[in-house]
C-alpha cells in the first residue's frame, strides 16, 4: 500500500489550501486515515482523522473551525481543507494509515507574509 500527499505550498496568512492525501494498494475505504504535521526538532502533531464512513471526525484544538478533513472513498482519497491559516501552521503535512502502518512522504506547507 502507498500514501502520497499533495497540495502543499506557501500562502499569507489568512489563506487557504486543501491537501489531498492519495491512496493506493490497500483496502483504503475501511481504514481510519490520520493527518499529523511536524517542524523541525519537534514531534509529530496530530492534526486531524476521519474514520471510514466520515461519520466521525475529530480535530486538533489549534485547528478547529479553521481545517476540515474530509474523503471520497470512490477516489481513495482524504483531503485536508485549510482555511484561516496562520503562521504556526507552518508545517511538513503528513497522512496516515494507521492500521496499516503507512506513511506519506509529506507536503510542505508555509504560511508567511
Known amino acids: 500500500g502507498q500514501l502520497v500527499e499533495s497540495g502543499g505550498g506557501s500562502v499569507q496568512p489568512g489563506g487557504s489550501l486543501r491537501l489531498s492525501c492519495q491512496a493506493s494498494g490497500f483496502a483504503f475505504s475501511t481504514y481510519i486515515i490520520k493527518w499529523f504535521r511536524q517542524t523541525p526538532g519537534n514531534e509529530r502533531e496530530l492534526v486531524a482523522d476521519i474514520d471510514w464512513s466520515s461519520r466521525s471526525t475529530n480535530y486538533a484544538d489549534s485547528v478547529k473551525g479553521r481545517f476540515t478533513i474530509s474523503r471520497d472513498n470512490a477516489k481513495q482519497t482524504v483531503y485536508l481543507q485549510m482555511n484561516d491559516l496562520k503562521p504556526e501552521d507552518t508545517a511538513m503535512y503528513y497522512c496516515?494509515?494507521?492500521?496499516?502502518?503507512?506513511w506519506g512522504q509529506g507536503t510542505q506547507v508555509t504560511v508567511s507574509s
Open positions: 496516515s494509515a494507521p492500521g496499516r502502518g503507512l
